[in-house]
Structure formats: structure tokens, C-alpha cells
């Protein structure tokens, strides 16, 4: 049996999180969902493969983990909400996540998204109907 | 009877919650964006709702994978918010009201939207955050508050029609509730923003304001796209858009726009505030 193809699977650069990743990932989402709980994260941080082993996650899906490789957990299947709960509290920033995925720095991430409110308030006047500060 | 007076907009980034808490709102970042939102606050300290419905989307607080709901209504006394795992302080507990959560979860199965009903539900940031950009912080909040979940996160995700139609639901069953209740509904989430993947970082500040435009006076117009045109356009996190549809659908169709109000970016995200008076 193939997973069915779906209309958004040619978007590049994004991997919609439906079935097919679902699946497979359960879990590692199960790992990541754990890390709402304080006591789980302090497990985690202490020994990660003990946790991984626990948690029944293994394979890539274990050596993504210890290696941190947050575009490879998300290529498999980890869904970017849960992937934040492991990202945040090691002190890597959506953003940092979001850069990473790219290949650029964090700086040029941030400076890309800055770029892209230039002339906002330019555009909000001509349609004139908009509050603008 | 329970009359809805109005709607509002906005989107639920995280990283509001944090400025809220550390107090950075007039900061240069921030500044514009918190600004926005005051005649959003001054037209509801007037309006002085009893309620507020919140349609948003849970992230991993209240619902895992194992069951993921399309459609969740809260149908309890309180609603607590708690550790997300992202380092948001959590807030004081929401008081609901579940005599009309119960008579909005009845009407609805009633016109065949067969809803969950939630007798204990923890509520994220996608809940607490446009409560606390509208209100500022509380120790007790002054006003009630009933979360409304949307799955956007676990595709198959309802098409922004369904949600549109959601609304239209949750409109007449709340005019069929006898009770005398002022009502606000806030359609949270959006606008675009994407933060996974090497395209992760799109905003598109044109179909920005073109969802807006069309949301206050043109609903039906969203209801030409596929989830997948609106993942093209808007991002993968953008498809949370659709929630504002659901507002929508249960204010009368010629509500008046008293307030339009676009920033980007705003953390990853281009964030909007719409305010609509139904009376």
C-alpha cells in the first residue's frame, strides 16, 4: 500500500503534517509531547538515549534525536509544535530552528522576516481603511 | 435571549504572551503592534461582553495525537492554562459557562456539526494570548471565557467553507439560548507564517490583507480556496487563518468593520485585528 498523493506534496520546502507523516512519527511526537512536564524534560536532559529507549523511539529517529538535527526529525515526521518543545528549552529559538532549515544564520533569518514589512505603512495608506499607527 | 455583539481578530503568536510578561509592549518591536490593538480593547470595555468564545487551535497542550478532535468545544466551569513546554509563564484559570457550552454543543449536533464536548480542557497560548492582548493580565479575568478548538494541525484539517459554515451554526445556537448573555467571539491564529522547512519565514502581506478585506464583508470569498492553495500562499502555519471564519460565519453578514489593523512581521508571522459590531 502507497500513501495517497496530495495537492500540497509539490510545495517545496514543506512537509505538511497529515497521515503519512503522522504515522510513522508517533512516537517521537509521543517524546516530544512529554517535554509539557518538567520532570520529563530533567529525564530527557540527563540521559536522552535512556529516554529515547524508553519512549520505544529508535532508528533515524533516535540518532536525529541525540544529534539535534531538528530538519531531519521534521523530514520524518515530527510535527514543528511538539519539535518546539525540545528546541525551546535547549535554548534554540523557533527562529534559530527556522534558520537552521535554511542554511543561514539567525541574523539573516530575522533580517529576511524584517524585509518583509518594508513599505507596510506605505501599502496600509493607499488602502486607507486600515488603522496605521 | 443571548445576543452576539460583536467579533474580533487576532493572531495568537507565542511570543506576544512573552512581551506581555516582561513587559516589552512599548518597546520599538513591539510597539506598533500592541498600539493596534488598543481601539480593539476600548470598543470592549464598551460592549462589555459576558462571555467570550476563543476559536483557535490547540498546539500540543490539551490534545496528543491519539485523538485529535476537528471540532472541540470546552464544556466546563474552568479552563486552565499550564506548561506548554515553550517557557510561557502560565496564567490564572478562565472561569466558562457551562450551561451554555452544553446548549451550544446540543444546537450544534442538533444542525449535524457533531462537535466534542470537553468536560476538562487545558487551554495554550493560541487561547490565552488574544484574551491577554484584548484584557491585559488578571489575576481574575473580567470576563468569562469558552474555548472552541479547531484542528489545524494534523491534516486532514476542515476547509475554510466548513469553518465558515461552523460559524453560521454557532450563530443560531447561541440566538436560541435563552439566557440574557452578551457574547464576543474571537477568531484567533494567522496570518500567514510558516516555521517549518527550508521555506519556513513567508509572509505574504498581500494575501494578508486581501483575507482581511475579505473576511469583514466578504466571507464566502475564502471559501474559494483548497487548503492547499492556502498552504501555498499563507504557509503551513498560515492554514490557522481559516479559524477567523468561524467567527465570521456567526455574525450577521453586514456587521460593521470598526477596526482593521495589519502588522508584519511580528515574531515569524504577519498578524491581523479585525473588530466587527453586530449590532
Known sequence: MNWQKQDYDDIPGTYVFDGQRAHPAYAINKLLYTFNDEACRAEFDADPAAYCDKMGVTGDFKKAVLAQDFLGLLRMGANIYFLAKMCIPRGVSVQDAGAAFQGISTEEFQQRLLDKGNGLSDILAKRGDYWNG | ?279
Open chain 2, 1 to 279: 435571549m443571548a445576543k452576539i455583539i460583536g467579533g474580533i481578530t487576532s493572531s495568537h503568536i507565542p511570543a506576544v504572551g512573552n512581551a506581555i510578561s516582561q513587559g516589552l509592549t512599548q518597546e520599538p518591536y513591539w510597539k506598533r503592534f500592541f498600539d493596534g490593538y488598543e481601539p480593539a480593547k476600548t470598543w470592549l470595555q464598551q460592549a462589555k461582553p459576558d462571555v467570550v468564545i476563543v476559536v483557535y487551535n490547540d498546539h500540543g497542550l490539551n490534545f496528543f495525537l491519539d485523538k485529535v478532535p476537528t471540532f472541540a468545544l470546552g464544556c466546563a466551569d474552568i479552563y486552565e492554562n499550564a506548561d506548554e513546554g515553550w517557557g510561557l509563564k502560565p496564567t490564572a484559570p478562565f472561569t466558562g459557562d457551562a450551561q451554555l457550552s452544553w446548549h451550544i454543543a446540543q444546537s450544534l449536533v442538533e444542525q449535524e456539526f457533531d462537535i466534542c464536548t470537553c468536560q476538562e480542557m487545558k487551554v495554550d497560548h493560541g487561547f490565552v494570548n488574544p484574551i491577554r492582548a484584548l484584557y491585559g493580565d488578571h489575576e481574575q479575568w473580567p470576563v468569562k471565557a469558552i474555548p472552541l478548538a479547531v484542528n489545524t494541525v494534523q491534516h486532514p484539517v476542515p476547509s475554510a467553507a466548513r469553518c465558515l459554515k461552523l460559524g453560521r451554526a454557532l450563530g443560531k445556537a447561541l440566538e436560541s439560548y435563552p439566557e440574557d448573555t452578551r457574547v464576543v467571539i474571537l477568531g484567533t491564529g494567522g496570518l500567514s507564517h510558516q516555521l517549518q522547512g527550508e521555506r519556513a519565514g513567508i509572509i505574504d502581506v498581500e494575501f494578508d490583507l486581501e483575507c482581511m478585506d475579505k473576511i469583514a464583508t466578504e466571507p464566502e470569498w475564502m471559501t474559494q480556496f483548497s487548503n492547499a492553495e492556502i498552504i501555498r500562499r499563507a504557509g503551513s502555519e498560515g492554514i490557522e487563518t481559516i479559524m477567523w471564519l468561524v467567527m465570521r460565519g456567526a455574525l450577521k453578514d453586514d456587521a460593521a468593520v470598526l477596526h482593521k489593523h495589519y502588522h508584519a512581521p511580528i515574531s515569524n508571522t504577519g498578524a491581523g485585528v479585525l473588530v466587527l459590531d453586530n449590532q
